[in-house]
């Protein structure tokens, strides 16, 4: 059983950086490409980022190219997305997911993730 936990969200002002945590029990974190997604009210799932098992290769979606960076640390079987500059548009329930498909390494569908956090949630103001 897997089990994944986010942290680090908060309410920020506009501009502002968060560092959200997702920390994976078990022993086949690293093994695994994982991934970042977000939810707002009345919205469906939004992908934001992928990163590989190793982390050497990475992937993010328009909206937070530039602004938003993922990484991992398997040692720690943590996975992490640094997100800076924020805006209010970034408000959402963030979560973590593994993603269990083969294939590429990331994947904007959810279906394609097994195992999901329970969401830390992120409020920026404007």
């Known amino acids: 059983q897997v089990q994944l936990v986010e942290s680090g969200g908060g309410l920020v002002q506009a501009g502002a950086s968060l560092r959200l945590s997702c920390a994976a029990s078990?022993?086949?974190?690293?093994?695994?490409?994982m991934g970042w997604f977000r939810q707002a009210p009345g919205k469906e799932h939004e992908f934001l980022a992928g990163?590989?098992?190793?982390?050497?290769?990475?992937f993010y979606a328009d909206s937070v190219k530039g602004r938003f960076t993922i990484f991992r640390d398997n040692a720690k079987n943590t996975m992490y997305l640094q997100m800076n500059s924020l805006k209010p548009e970034d408000t959402a329930l963030y979560y973590c997911?593994?993603?269990?498909?083969?294939?590429?390494?990331?994947?904007?569908?959810?279906?394609?993730?097994?195992?999901w956090g329970q969401g830390t949630q992120v409020t920026v103001s404007s």
């Open positions: 997911a593994r993603k269990y498909s083969s294939g590429r390494y990331y994947s904007y569908r959810p279906e394609e993730y097994d195992y």
């Open positions: 078990g022993r086949t974190f690293s093994t695994y490409a």
């Open positions: 990163i590989s098992w190793s982390g050497g290769a990475t």
